[in-house]
């Protein structure tokens, strides 16, 4: 059940829809109670969480204040994190609309309710695999030519898509062009529907942006230089751009860039994985010899756990019921 926001009514939320075998029902205008539950946590959300964060005063953007962006704020990146945290505590939290017809006087969390639905269900769903959040990307066709697979003035190519090479796709309501899949928030690669699965083909001038950006940077920089533009000097006007982010202020604390440019590079920041790492931060190493003994131990002492049958909903969908 959805609303007519633009991101429900997209061609990349409803192929995702359909992916996942997800039917789509359209609320009437104006008409909130139709999803009561939604509008419900939307606020348990606001009240419980958002009202939190920094920068935070209501929950319509327009009234965050003046000058926010040159606010200490988190990025998109740790904000998802901190809501990753908070939905762990959220889902151990008693519900008053959670009550059994049986135990009315008591009210169950979330986590309580899923372990009932599974246990008289008898299964639990299995995790997304790689290949489908390729699958929940958008979509566009594009022909593989000689020199690899243009998209937005960009050029990617790789060696597994030699097959495919000034070949048609067998897909005549798509003038035989190859369906790529694409992430708006990340230009480094593209995904290729081949005939034995998805390729990955990388933007063959990558080594040339310091950091991770999507199709807001690329699009202004192609903008600002005009359509006259190669697709070398876009990359180097986009890594340009990033790098005077990073130096912060010019001299005598004045603007090294213009609003529109603070503005994009921010966003590009706030939107990238890298964000999401504090400074200083480690990846985890192998365990040392103590610790994996004293781990294996641990694991000794628990009971014994009974696997339950794995719900794979794409092969439940074939069955003849």
């Known amino acids: 059940m959805i609303d007519h926001g633009s991101v429900f009514v997209s061609a990349a939320f409803r192929s995702a829809c359909r992916h996942l075998g997800i039917s789509v029902q359209p609320a009437h205008l104006g008409s909130g109670a139709e999803k009561g539950h939604i509008e419900r946590h939307f606020g348990t959300v606001a009240s419980r969480f958002s009202q939190f964060a920094s920068g935070y005063l209501g929950r319509s953007a327009d009234r965050r204040g003046r000058h926010v962006e040159d606010q200490p704020l988190w990025s998109m990146a740790e904000l998802q994190d901190l809501l990753d945290e908070w939905l762990l505590l959220w889902l151990n939290m008693p ?44 979509a566009d066709f594009r022909a593989v030519n000689a020199y690899g697979i243009k998209l937005n003035w960009r050029t990617y190519d ?25 992430d708006p928030y990340d230009v480094s690669r593209v995904h290729v529907r081949g005939p034995d699965g998805w390729i990955t083909a990388f933007w063959k001038h990558l080594n040339r942006a310091p950091m991770p950006f999507g199709e807001l940077a690329w699009d202004h920089a192609r903008r600002s230089l005009g359509s006259g533009a190669s697709e070398e000097e876009i990359a180097d006007a986009v890594a340009a751009l990033l790098r005077r982010a990073s130096k912060g202020p010019g001299e005598h604390g004045k603007p090294a860039m213009s609003k529109r440019d603070r503005r994009v590079a921010a966003r590009s920041r706030a939107a990238s994985p890298q964000a999401a790492r504090p400074p200083g931060h480690a990846e985890p190493g192998p365990p040392q010899p103590e610790a994996a003994a004293g781990e294996a131990e641990q694991d000794a002492l628990l009971a014994k756990v009974i696997p339950m049958p794995i719900f794979d909903p794409f092969a439940e969908a074939d069955k003849p019921w």
């Not at 009210?107 to 309580?112: I, K, S």
């Not at 790789?158 to 694409?182: A, F, K, M, N, T």
Request: proline share 12%.
């Open 95 to 138: 519900h008053d609309g959670l009550r059994d017809p049986e135990h009315p006087g008591r009210a169950f969390t979330p986590n309580q309710k899923y372990a009932s639905l599974v246990e008289a269900a008898g299964y639990v769903p299995v995790a997304l695999g790689p290949g489908d959040y390729v699958e929940l990307l958008p």
């Open 158 to 182: 790789c060696d597994d898509l030699g097959p495919l090479r000034l070949q048609p796709s067998g897909v005549r309501e798509r003038r035989d062009l190859w369906e790529i899949r694409h």
